[in-house]
Antibody, heavy 121, light 112 residues
Framework: EVQLVESGGGLVQPGGSLRLSCSASGFTFSSHALHWVRQSPTKGLEYLSAISHDGGATYYADSVKGRFTVTRDSSKNTLFLHMTSLRTDDSGVYFC??????????????WGQGTLVTVSS | DIVMTQSPDSLAVSLGERATINCKSSQSILYTSNNKNYLSWYQQKPGQPPKLLIYWASTRQSGVPDRFSGSGSGTDFILTISSLQAEDVAVYYCQQYYTTPLTFGGGTKVEI
């Protein structure tokens, strides 16, 4: 069974940093692209970032480009999202998502339960 | 960015009746070289992540009941629940994966 478990969310002040992790199991980690999607009441579902199966290609939405960095560690079957210069509108639930492909774009077939990030002073 | 517009915003349907959700993309998401529409549908219940129902506009994900069906091509798509069950109460989203950024519709809330 495919499982994606996010961690690392929490309360952070504007301008602060946070690192999200996503532990993956139940599939061949190095064969799938992975993604981060955010959900908030104000913006709905928002596609943030992607990384190809081997880490050779990455994508960032304009809203996070230059502030967020996506990486993956195949030795630990873990996806990361390093977030800096956080703003109040970065608040939301962050989902780790798998696609049934080596690269992107592609449809998103398995989602983690999400981790809540709140940016507030 | 490709804008995905869903209608209606919410829908009340009696048990056993048909529910129809519309999704329109701001440009064609039909890739002519393989004749595939890069459109997926997701179901999200309260407190849960979205769940993939349909991809390539009309292919049901494994384990999804056959009362769910997708249709359409180009810019106009439909998700149909042929006979609504109590467990189908949820918010439904369409999404294009024709190009980055992947974009989602605003969601349609289906109630009994």
């Amino acid at each position: 069974e495919v499982q994606l478990v996010e961690s690392g969310g929490g309360l952070v002040q504007p301008g602060g940093s946070l690192r999200l992790s996503c532990s993956a199991s139940g599939f061949t980690f190095s064969s799938h692209a992975l993604h981060w999607v955010r959900q908030s009441p104000t913006k709905g579902l928002e596609y943030l970032s992607a990384i190809s199966h081997d880490g050779g290609a990455t994508y960032y939405a304009d809203s996070v480009k230059g502030r967020f960095t996506v990486t993956r560690d195949s030795s630990k079957n873990t996806l990361f999202l390093h977030m800096t210069s956080l703003r109040t509108d970065d608040s939301g639930v962050y989902f780790c998502v798998r696609s049934d492909s080596y690269g992107f774009p592609y449809f998103l077939d398995h989602w983690g339960q999400g981790t809540l990030v709140t940016v507030s002073s | 960015d490709i804008v995905m517009t869903q209608s209606p915003d919410s829908l009340a349907v009696s048990l056993g009746e048909r529910a129809t959700i519309n999704c329109k993309s701001s440009q064609s998401i039909l890739y002519t070289s393989n004749n595939k529409n890069y459109l997926s549908w997701y179901q999200q219940k309260p407190g849960q992540p979205p769940k993939l129902l349909i991809y390539w506009a009309s292919t049901r994900q494994s384990g999804v009941p056959d009362r769910f069906s997708g249709s359409g091509s180009g810019t106009d798509f439909i998700l149909t629940i042929s006979s609504l069950q109590a467990e189908d109460v949820a918010v439904y989203y369409c999404q294009q994966y024709y190009t980055t950024p992947l974009t989602f519709g605003g969601g349609t809330k289906v109630e009994i």
